[in-house]
Nanobody, 123 residues
Framework: QVQLVESGGGLVQAGGSLRLSCAAS????????MGWFRQAPGKERAFVAGIRWSGATTQYADSVKGRFTISRDNAKNTLYLQMNSLKSEDTAVYYCATRLGPIATIWENYRYWGQGTQVTVSS
């Protein structure tokens, strides 16, 4: 069992930055992949970024490449998403998730989820 708790969401102006955190507990994450997803009202939950807990592999959605950076701190068992140059279309609830195995871009492939944190970008 893995517990995930997100934090760091909020209201920011377009062009600004936010850093989301996801604290993991319950077991070691060696061999796991971590992902950030987001869901805007009326839309499907969408992949944003993923990372292997080993840190050797990362993957990004085209819409966030060059603006968002995913990282993790093994010592703190925490996942991060640094979001720069935010746009109004980045407004959504952001979730972290984890699965045993490689990064996946389909949300149904992830077993454990956090409760989500709201990010609102004003234009």
């Amino acid at each position: 069992q893995v517990q995930l708790v997100e934090s760091g969401g909020g209201l920011v102006q377009a062009g600004g930055s936010l850093r989301l955190s996801c604290a993991a507990s319950g077991r070691t994450l060696s061999g796991y992949a971590m992902g950030w997803f987001r869901q805007a009202p009326g839309k499907e939950r969408a992949f944003v970024a993923g990372i292997r807990w080993s840190g050797a592999t990362t993957q990004y959605a085209d819409s966030v490449k060059g603006r968002f950076t995913i990282s993790r701190d093994n010592a703190k068992n925490t996942l991060y998403l640094q979001m720069n140059s935010l746009k109004s279309e980045d407004t959504a609830v952001y979730y972290c998730a984890t699965r045993l195995g490689p990064i996946a871009t389909i949300w149904e492939n992830y077993r454990y989820w956090g409760q989500g944190t709201q990010v609102t970008v004003s234009s």
